[in-house]
């Protein structure tokens, strides 16, 4: 039989990345592993879903653990939870596994944070990343309970075949996406499934300002063919030829246009971070508390965010009996690593030497503003998407018949927000100084079915509004003429 040094250790590792990432890794892991420490490492994955689904998954298993005392209030462990690491998706969900779960036990609120401090020192930290900044945002949390893994920018993906057949142009901003000749063929994901995509739209709302934010997010949304749950799944309907564009995470996006190549080395799918407002995230990976490797669970971190490591997300496919060699013996990720290092030293190795994630990032603080997201895109688009197509499509039957007063008139119902009800009665503007009374309203439990409820009927009620004008005004017109 084996001997216990060829025995593998184990590491359970939650992730919402690709089967791509999700391989490269396992196998370089775990020979850099042996190779420091002796033993192989066999990697458990779990891959349920989105990161804001495996997030849902976790604070419903370490809040039974705080019931049930498998770990003390203190945070103290008295049985092992399941998983080690949680590896990638965006900076807001790890920072809501850093905040953890509250529950009331003996009429105490208890508060318990899912994820552990790495432990590193601040001199190992400044030799990863030196200064702790991605635009506005952070490329590791300071204490340390997630580190950035690699780097993530959110921008537009399109199909060449699909945008020539429609005579449209390359798009080059969001506001492209929001011509009526897209509608029908634009591909969005359901921001309640993908907190990536909740981070794409949050961008969106940030660099283009309140107003001009929510306009562009409702007429995106009137153009979508279909609300995805996952943010892999726009990449691969646009390539196929399903959606002519979308938001797509860059990877994905530089992904597929490598993939989907033409016999004659033409590309099929093109890719743009829209100039001047590339929202660019940390990709983290935080280790959870009480895993039952917590040992080997610190070296999958040191190692991700070792040279070697890091060297996976842009080195191209390399011969794999070459055993000094870096990078991914089967798959190209196309990511960005998270470390200045790798741009500096070795983009040379890059297969996309254009890269300059520090450079083009752009720097427009984050407002705060995505909590409501899901929530206003729910009531405004996904529950009633059919009455939303019918009113968008009727303006634009309004506007193409010449009555450009009467089209203006229907816009702003169309992209009209309701005053929100608190419960005193009193009633507040949709506006950003009115954003955090909302949102708390929003937040409570008790109250959340009933604004939905409201906030749906009203944009339901202009839908319906906008069709019968215009519908009116087209008869009117017809009977005119006569």
């Known amino acids: 039989g084996s001997t216990p040094l060829e025995q593998p250790l184990s590491l359970v590792v939650l992730t919402p990345h690709n089967e791509q990432i999700r391989y490269e890794f396992a196998r370089a892991f775990s020979g850099w592993h042996r190779a420091r420490f002796g033993r192989p490492v066999a990697v458990d994955w779990r891959a349920p879903g989105g990161t804001t ?6 604070e419903a298993r370490y809040s039974r653990a705080l019931k049930t005392g498998e770990i003390a209030p203190d ?3 008295r049985a092992p939870m399941p998983w080690d690491i949680l590896f990638g998706g965006g900076a807001y969900e790890h920072d809501v596994v850093k905040r953890g779960v509250s529950i009331d036990l003996n009429a105490a609120t208890v508060r318990l944070s899912m994820s552990v401090p790495a432990g590193f020192s601040q001199q190992q930290l400044d030799d990863y990343f030196g200064e702790n900044a991605i635009g506005a945002g952070l490329i590791y949390d300071p204490d340390q309970h997630w580190l950035g893994s690699a780097l993530t920018a959110f ?5 060449l075949d699909i945008l020539r057949e429609r005579n449209l142009p390359s798009p080059t901003t969001w506001a492209d996406l929001t011509d009526h000749r897209y509608s029908g063929w ?4 359901d921001p309640r499934q993908s907190g990536s995509i909740a981070t794409t739209y949050d961008s969106i709302l940030n660099n283009l300002g309140w107003d001009n934010g929510w306009r562009t997010l409702r007429a995106m949304s009137a153009n979508a063919r279909f609300f995805a749950n996952s943010s892999l799944k726009p990449p691969l309907e646009i390539s196929a030829g399903e959606a002519a564009a979308g938001p797509v995470l860059e990877f994905y996006g530089r992904y597929q246009a490598q993939a989907l190549k033409g016999a004659g080395g033409e590309a099929r799918l093109g890719y743009i971070d829209p100039p001047g407002i590339v929202f660019i995230d940390s990709d983290p990976i935080s280790i959870l508390r009480a895993g039952p490797n917590p040992d080997v ?3 999958f971190v040191e190692f991700v965010l070792s040279e070697e490591g890091q060297a996976l997300w842009q080195y191209p496919v390399r011969d794999p009996s070459a055993s000094d060699a870096w990078g991914p013996t089967r798959f190209e990720l196309r990511r960005m690593p998270s470390r200045r290092v790798m741009y500096e030293k070795h983009r040379a190795s890059f297969i996309d030497h254009d890269l300059k994630p520090f450079e083009i990032v752009s720097h427009a603080r984050l407002q705060g503003w995505r909590p409501l997201i899901d929530k206003l895109m729910a009531a405004f688009a996904m529950d009633i998407h059919d009455e939303m197509v019918d009113a968008w499509d009727a303006i634009a039957r309004v506007r193409a018949d010449g009555n450009e007063p009467l089209a203006r008139e229907l816009d702003d119902l169309f992209y009209a927000f309701p005053p929100h009800r608190l419960p005193d009665g009193r009633e507040l503007a949709f506006s950003p100084d009115n954003f955090k009374a909302i949102r708390d309203d929003w937040r409570d439990a008790r109250r959340e079915p009933e604004l939905r409820i409201a906030y749906t009927a009203f944009f339901r009620a202009q ?3 906008i069709v019968e004008r215009a519908e009116h005004a087209l008869v009117s017109a017809v009977h005119a003429e006569e």
Do not use: F
């Open 155 to 159: 921008g537009i993906g399109y199909n």
């Open 463 to 465: 839908y319906a509004r």
């Open 297 to 299: 669970a610190k070296r």
């Open 186 to 189: 634009i591909a969005m994901t």
């Open 75 to 77: 945070g103290a462990q």
């Open 53 to 58: 689904e495996i997030r849902r998954l976790m």
